[in-house]
């Protein structure tokens, strides 16, 4: 039987048990590598409709031809030629191969098992695409002495070299094709395989690192504005069995030869000792614009999860404001206040609060605009900044709740906060 005859069986076989038989029995390396197309997240081929297609009769397409195709429209998803590639493979397709490997390619496979019952056949075939996600702040977990990194504003990326093979991923497995990245990699990086973990950023706006990243993802983007900012490295076989017995502090001396590479940057890190010195580097980072830091166990390990061993943390502090107006909502708050427009006293800042409401906040301030004019809300932020003319302003307001006994805050009760006060969160 040929492959795709053998993925047709699967799908009439009747039965869980009967499938999963014919398929131990009879499934190829080719067989298994379809599957893996067809079904692994991480392989993303951006192909939702086949072009019209007639059979020129020739019948001389090869699987080879199809696992070229395929990683064709997974490197170039939205290339002009795809869709061309696409229909010239399929004119020389049999009937039955038109329709396996278009419901390959286009990740409409059904073959009657769940990604969970094909890996009880062949363990891990399907993989889930994971990385370490660090936990909320909690004090009495974090381990001291403790690695500090700028928490950056970035797209995770995660890249994986195999051979001569460089490709890259999203946190969720969405590929992504950096050409300028990947050729400095091969030319100026160590030639052994590896896996590098880090956050790609846009070199002059880190605001705009979404809309490029969105552009590659739709296949006419470019990584030219990109940098790499990398944290951690591991093997192959460690990302593939997502296992390590590794600390964090064996996975860092493999770090240093990759800062050689003119897109890979180092990102600003330093070890604390106590939480009087996290909440001065909270404080420097946050001062300079920055989200916060990611805080690592020194002697931990890689977790594939939301792990324990990694914690992000920020310094919040908070003010008092006076309630001038609001915004209209829009979007999925169409018909609701979009944000909380306040100001210090005497008109010294003036503030629009629009994260950090609930649905129940929203409803509540929509309802009552009126009656709430003139009232005092707490506001939460990360810093406190000032322009190139000067004026103040506070980055990442956020809404924490009225305050019905204090009066709003003047600039310089904010300016005594930032520099006494914050929490840790």
């Not at 195709?69 to 020389?92: I, P």
């Amino acid at each position: 039987m040929t492959e795709v005859q053998i993925i047709k069986q699967v799908q009439v076989t009747q039965g869980t048990n009967n499938k999963k038989e014919f398929l131990k029995n009879n499934a190829t390396d080719n067989v298994k590598k379809l599957l893996q197309i067809a079904f692994d997240s991480s392989f993303i081929t951006n192909i939702k409709k086949l072009p019209e297609v007639t059979p020129d009769g020739s019948n001389t397409a090869t699987i080879e031809e199809f696992f070229a195709l395929a990683e064709y429209c997974a490197t170039y998803s939205k290339s002009n030629t795809t869709n061309e590639k696409v229909k010239k493979f399929l004119e020389r397709c049999t009937k039955l191969e038109m329709e396996v490997y278009g419901e390959v390619l286009t990740k409409s496979l059904r073959i009657g098992l769940a990604k969970h019952e094909i890996n009880k056949v062949f363990p891990n075939l399907i993989k889930d695409f994971k990385v370490a996600l660090a936990s909320p702040y909690h004090s009495s977990k974090l381990t001291m002495p403790c690695l500090c990194e700028e928490k950056i504003d970035g797209i995770r990326c995660v890249i994986i070299k195999d051979g001569s093979n460089i490709k890259a991923f999203t946190r969720n497995g969405l590929r992504l094709n950096l050409p300028t990245l990947f050729r400095q990699l091969l030319k100026y990086a160590p030639s052994e395989n590896y896996v590098l973990d880090g956050e790609l950023v846009n070199i002059k706006s880190r605001t705009k690192t979404m809309s490029i990243i969105n552009r590659i993802l739709k296949g006419d983007g470019t990584d030219e504005e990109l940098e790499y900012m990398l944290f951690d490295r591991l093997t192959v076989e460690e990302f593939n069995t997502q296992h390590t017995d590794r600390t964090l502090q064996e996975r860092r001396k493999g770090l240093r030869e990759f800062y050689r590479v003119p897109k890979v940057k180092e990102i600003y890190n330093c070890v604390v000792y106590n939480s009087e010195q996290l909440k001065e580097e909270l404080k420097k980072i946050q001062a300079q614009g920055g989200e916060g830091l990611v805080l690592k166990n020194i002697n931990g390990f890689y977790e594939w999860k939301r792990s324990k061993e990694w914690t992000k943390a920020k310094l919040k502090f908070f003010l008092r404001a006076e309630i001038t107006g609001f915004t209209k909502g829009k979007g999925a708050f169409s018909g609701q206040i979009g944000a909380i427009e306040c100001t210090l006293r005497e008109d010294a800042m003036k503030i629009r609060v629009s994260s950090g409401l609930s649905n129940a906040d929203r409803k509540f301030v929509t309802e009552n605009q009126e009656a709430l004019l003139g009232e005092v809300i707490v506001v939460g932020f990360n810093a406190l900044q000032q322009d190139e003319n000067g004026n103040y302003f506070i980055d990442f307001p956020t809404f924490e709740g009225f305050d019905v006994l204090e009066p709003s805050d003047t600039l310089g009760d904010v300016i005594r906060e930032t520099q006494s006060g914050g929490e840790i969160v």
